[in-house]
């Protein structure tokens, strides 16, 4: 059976470990950001620029891109290893890629500098549409997974702005009519346990800094998720995931009457480091939680657009893992690398059937912004980028072959201390010890190997890395940089030496808090490392007192735990 109040205090507390885990790789961090960056100048004033990193902190600039190799101001060349998700193509495919929206720069020019009427470069969305929008609609169509025809797609700029889009369509599509600000409204979003939808400010999932229930959104409760930090010791896939179902219905039944919307991310990103889905329990989610009248939007921001390389659905053209796995949500979001990775930024959330509806009760998104689909070059690319995908598939499948005996290689000779996973062009490994503590200490002595070895995985804040190649890396140079990568992250795990009995899954059947925190022992040693503001911050979160001296605040913490 399962404990309600367990079940609802574990999802909170797996929040309360995120921001105490994010802290600590901030302190951490400071080392290595010194380390490659101090020296010699990086090519601009690094105390102006308040970036990613803390000010002062923030990366060399980038003079060229030759591959992956990247040519940085000051610090010479790194292999990066996949920046996220944020480019498909590279060299001759990407200026192929560009070619139409360069014409019509070049066109446009030529006719500003002569001041005749210019081609459209972009137009506020209360003004009008590029004309490019037209070849990108008739380009996106086919890769629908849909069999309906009642579709509509809202354009954005930045993928988290399309998560919160396809969230504001779910709440209409599924509630049209309701009051969304009444006391009872279903207006909550469901986000997985692990689980990162885009920037920490304002992002469903994020739970730091400013909170789990960014922009007001974001429900505090987690749902249950099959990561390796939820699974028990000795526990086989089949009763795994009959115990995850089992807990994402009480989940369900628990906050029915609050969520709206059911997040998903079929193959993960950063938040377990790339792990696909088992397929048949996501559909098994995605069932359960629409039979309850919720819209479920299936995050394709980092896995769609063929990134998967996971074989189409008869008729379908792969783009979507949605098509792939026959997962029916209501709604996919793409994004990132859809702009063509070269800056034009474009992103959206397609409604998948119900578009009719929305129309005759003169509906959109809530979510809207000055630039939002208001770049022709981003349309341009985004249509020339889907008009090609299909091709690309055996790519995105030759960078799988070259990455996986690597990656399986690894699993094996770290005896456990690493677990990595993936498909297609879409890869990660993380560090298994079960403290979250650990494995902050073992990511920035994986960080440092890496700056030695000049290769730039992603490292994801669990621990460990992510590979997202472009689909046309050549394989051979990416099998070798990512070998380069292996061996830091076995060189770093033989060094930590963990015992075979700290590493994940745990052993005692949880407390689902302990399983995602790593228990309240480990949440205490973190708390132990963390300065008076950081407790004081975490305390406020919380909504608990700040008075008092370190050990009270940890205490209070701790006593939530
Ligand atoms: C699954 C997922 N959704 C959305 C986003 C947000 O995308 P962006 O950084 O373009 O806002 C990210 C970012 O990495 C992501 O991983």
């Known amino acids: 059976m399962i404990d309600h109040e367990t079940l609802k205090t574990s999802t909170v507390i797996s929040e309360f470990s995120d921001t105490i885990k994010t802290k600590i790789d901030d302190f951490l961090t400071d080392g290595i950001m010194t380390t490659s960056m101090s020296a010699p100048p990086a090519g601009y004033e690094v105390d102006r620029f308040a970036g990613r990193y803390a000010l002062g902190k923030n990366l060399p600039a980038v003079a060229n891109k030759a591959g ?61 549409v590029p004309q490019q929008m037209d070849h990108f609609l008739s380009s996106l169509a086919p890769h629908l997974p849909t069999t309906s025809d009642d579709w509509c797609v809202n354009l954005q700029a930045e993928g988290a702005s399309a998560v919160h889009a396809a969230i504001d369509m779910g709440l209409q599509y599924k509630q049209g009519g309701a009051d969304f600000n009444s006391a009872g409204a279903r207006t909550r979003v469901g986000c997985g346990a692990s689980s990162y939808h885009g920037p920490a400010s304002t992002s469903p999932g994020g739970a730091t800094p400013l909170g789990a229930q960014a922009k007001g959104l974001t429900h505090r409760a987690r749902y ?99 098509e792939c796995w026959d997962l029916q949500p209501d709604i996919v979001t793409f994004g990132k690398s859809i702009g063509g990775g070269a800056g034009h930024l474009l992103s959206g959330a397609v409604l998948l059937d119900g578009a009719a509806k929305f129309k005759e009760a003169s509906r959109t998104a809530f979510q809207s912004h000055t630039y939002a689909a208001a770049s022709a070059r981003a349309l341009a690319n985004g249509a020339s980028l889907l008009d090609s995908l299909e091709s690309w598939r055996p790519s995105v499948r030759a960078i799988g072959a070259a990455v996986e005996p690597v990656l399986q290689e690894l699993n094996e000779a770290s005896n456990g201390a690493v677990l990595a996973h993936g498909q297609g062009a879409l890869w990660g490994g993380m560090f298994t010890n079960a403290d979250p503590a650990a494995r902050t200490e073992a990511n920035l002595k994986f960080k440092k190997r890496c700056v030695d070895q000049r290769v730039l995985p992603y490292f994801v804040p669990v621990g460990g890395f992510m590979i997202t190649p472009r689909y046309d890396d050549d394989p051979d140079m990416l099998a070798a940089a990512t070998k380069d990568m ?68 940890a205490s209070r913490i701790l006593s939530k735990c």
């Open 224 to 322: 249950p998720v099959p990561s390796p930090f939820c699974r028990r010791r000795g526990e086989d896939d089949d009763s795994f995931h009959e115990r995850l179902l089992l807990e994402f219905n009480a989940y369900l039944d628990m906050y029915e009457n609050e969520i709206g919307v059911i997040l998903v991310e079929p193959q993960w990103g950063s938040s377990v480091a790339a792990m696909p889905w088992p397929p048949a329990l996501l559909r098994e989610y995605i069932k359960a939680a629409k039979a309850r009248g919720m819209a479920v939007v299936a995050d394709e921001i980092m896995c769609g657009l063929g990134r998967h390389g996971a074989e189409p659905a008869a008729g379908g053209t792969g783009c979507f893992l949605s």
């Open 68 to 128: 992956f190799c990247f040519n940085r101001v000051g610090s010479g060349e790194v292999r990066v290893l996949g920046g996220a998700c944020s480019e498909v193509l590279g060299g001759a495919n990407l200026a192929n890629l560009l070619n139409d929206g360069y014409e019509l720069e070049v066109r446009a020019m030529e006719a500003l500098k002569n001041a005749k009427p210019a081609e459209v470069l972009s137009v506020h969305t209360s003004a009008g």
């Open 486 to 553: 292996a061996q830091c992250a076995l060189e770093t795990v033989r060094e930590m030496g963990w015992a075979p009995s700290a590493l994940l899954p745990i052993e005692s059947p949880p407390h689902a808090g302990a399983a995602t925190s790593g228990g309240s022992s480990s949440c205490s040693s973190l708390l132990g490392r963390l300065n008076k503001d950081t407790l004081k911050g975490i305390c406020k979160d919380l909504s608990l007192d700040v008075t008092g001296d370190e050990d009270a605040m």
